[in-house]
C-alpha cells in the first residue's frame, strides 16, 4: 500500500463535500478534529471499511488509486487496517500470553515476541498488566495499552485508526511515539490540541462533512513543545493524585 486516497462524498444535509482528493501516504499521521457528532468516527469507519459511494457520506476511498471490490474489502481491510475504536474491549476468555502467542503465531512472528508485547504496554499503563491476566478482566486502559503495543509490533498493517486515545488513562503521549515509530499511516480522531498537534495535518469535520484540511504551522509546532510541557506537569501530577499523596 503506497497510497489510501479519500474522494469527496456529502454532508449530513446532501451537501457536497468541497475538498479535493484527499491522498495519504505511510509514515503520515492526521488528527481528525471537529465538535461532537460531526462525524470523525464516521470518517473513520468509511476507511475502515474502503467504502465505495455506499455509506451514509457517499465517500469513495482508493488504495493505491484503485477501488476494491466489494466481495474483497472484508479481506483487504483486515490486512491493512488496525482500528481502536471508541470503548473498545477484548471478549476472548483466554489470557494475556495465550492470546498474543496465538497472534504472533498467526502472524508468523518470533514466539518471544508476547513478552516485549506485554513490557511495551506496561510502558503506557499505570496498572501492570501480567501474562496470566485474564483478557477479558483488563480495565479499559490495560486493553487500549495491549492493543497500542500489539498494533506497533506483532500486526503488519500499514494503516491504523484511532478513535479517541485520551479517555483511557493511558500515557497518550508515548502511545502516540510509539505508533509514530513504525513507518505506519495513522489517523487518530481526537478532542485535544496537545495530541492534534502530534499531527502534521488536520482534517476537520463539521455536518458530516471534512470542511478544511490544516498543515500544522510552524506558530503550532512551538506551541505544541508548550502544551507538551504543560502535559508532563498534568501527568506528574496525576501520578501523585493516584497515589493519594498531597499534589501542592
Ligand atoms: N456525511 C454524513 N451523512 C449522513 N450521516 C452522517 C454523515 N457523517 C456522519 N453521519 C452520522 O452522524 C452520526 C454522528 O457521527 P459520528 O459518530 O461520526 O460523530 P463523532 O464526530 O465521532 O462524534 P463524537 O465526538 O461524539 O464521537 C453517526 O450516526 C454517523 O453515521
Ligand atoms: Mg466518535
Do not use: W
Not at 471478549?91 to 518471544?112: G, P, Q
Not at 488513562?169 to 508515548?174: N, S, T, V, Y
Not at 502511545?175 to 490540541?193: E, M, N, R, Y
Not at 502530534?198 to 509546532?221: D, F, H, Q, T, Y
Amino acid at each position: 500500500m503506497n497510497t489510501l486516497t479519500i474522494l469527496p462524498g456529502h454532508a449530513r444535509d446532501g451537501a457536497p463535500e468541497t475538498f479535493e482528493a484527499l491522498s495519504l501516504k505511510p509514515g503520515e499521521i492526521l488528527a481528525v478534529v471537529g465538535n461532537t457528532g460531526s462525524g470523525k468516527s464516521r470518517l473513520i469507519k468509511d476507511i475502515e471499511q474502503l467504502v465505495g459511494r455506499d455509506s451514509v457520506t457517499g465517500r469513495l476511498i482508493l488504495l493505491d488509486g484503485a477501488r476494491i471490490a466489494p466481495a474483497n474489502r472484508l479481506l483487504v481491510s483486515d490486512r491493512l487496517v488496525a482500528h481502536l475504536s471508541q470503548n473498545m474491549r477484548f471478549v476472548l476468555d483466554v489470557t494475556v500470553a495465550e492470546f498474543l502467542r496465538l497472534h504472533c503465531l498467526c502472524r508468523d512472528k518470533a514466539a518471544n515476541l508476547p513478552a516485549s508485547v506485554i513490557a511495551l504496554a506496561n510502558t503506557i499503563t499505570p496498572e501492570p498488566i501480567l501474562p496470566g491476566n485474564s483478557l477479558n478482566l483488563l480495565s479499559g486502559g490495560q486493553s487500549r495499552a495491549l492493543m497500542i503495543a500489539d498494533i506497533a509490533m506483532v500486526c503488519d498493517s500499514p494503516i491504523v485508526l484511532i478513535d479517541e486515545l485520551e479517555n483511557a488513562g493511558i500515557d497518550k503521549k508515548r502511545a502516540f511515539g510509539l505508533l509514530a515509530d513504525s513507518g505506519k499511516l495513522i489517523l487518530i480522531v481526537t478532542h485535544d490540541p496537545h495530541t492534534a498537534l502530534m499531527a502534521s495535518r488536520r482534517i476537520i469535520l463539521e455536518g458530516g462533512a471534512i470542511v478544511r484540511i490544516l498543515e500544522r504551522s510552524k506558530e503550532e509546532a512551538l506551541l505544541s513543545g508548550e502544551l507538551d510541557r504543560s502535559y508532563e506537569r498534568q501527568r506528574a501530577l496525576q501520578q501523585r493524585m493516584r497515589k493519594g499523596e498531597r499534589l501542592i
